[in-house]
Structures are given as structure tokens and as C-alpha cells.
């Protein structure tokens, strides 16, 4: 897998983890402690990211 297909696969699971943060967020009752925790990887997956676009050259 190149460079660029990781980003786009991280880019695809960080809109995926926020519309899905969205939807449960939008529940009568949501689940926060589920809300935190896709947070936190979405958070993870952002700091990957942006290592990912520090490192390649411009």
C-alpha cells in the first residue's frame, strides 16, 4: 500500500467514525461512553494524518 492510499484509507475511516458519531449522537438516549471512544480514534486517526502530511515533502 502506498503512501497515498494510506491517507485516503484514513481519510475514508475518519468521515466514516464521524458520521457515525453524528448518528449516535442524534439518539434519544446515545451512548456516550461509545461517542468518546469513536472520538478517540478519529483523534488518533487525525494525529496519523497529520505525521502522514508533516513527512512527505511539498
Known amino acids: 500500500m502506498s ?3 494510506r491517507i ?3 481519510k475514508v475511516r ?3 467514525l ?5 448518528a449516535e449522537a442524534r439518539r434519544p438516549f446515545p451512548n456516550e ?3 468518546n471512544d469513536m472520538k478517540r480514534q ?3 486517526i487525525k494525529d496519523e494524518l ?3 502530511s508533516s513527512a ?3
Do not use: N, V
Not at 464521524?18 to 453524528?22: L, N, P, Y
Open 42 to 44: 478519529k483523534l488518533r
Open 33 to 35: 461512553g461509545q461517542i
Open 14 to 16: 475518519h468521515a466514516a
Open 50 to 52: 497529520t505525521r502522514f
Open 3 to 5: 503512501l497515498q492510499d
Open 8 to 10: 485516503e484509507s484514513l
Open 56 to 58: 512527505s515533502p511539498h
Open 18 to 22: 464521524d458520521s457515525a458519531i453524528r
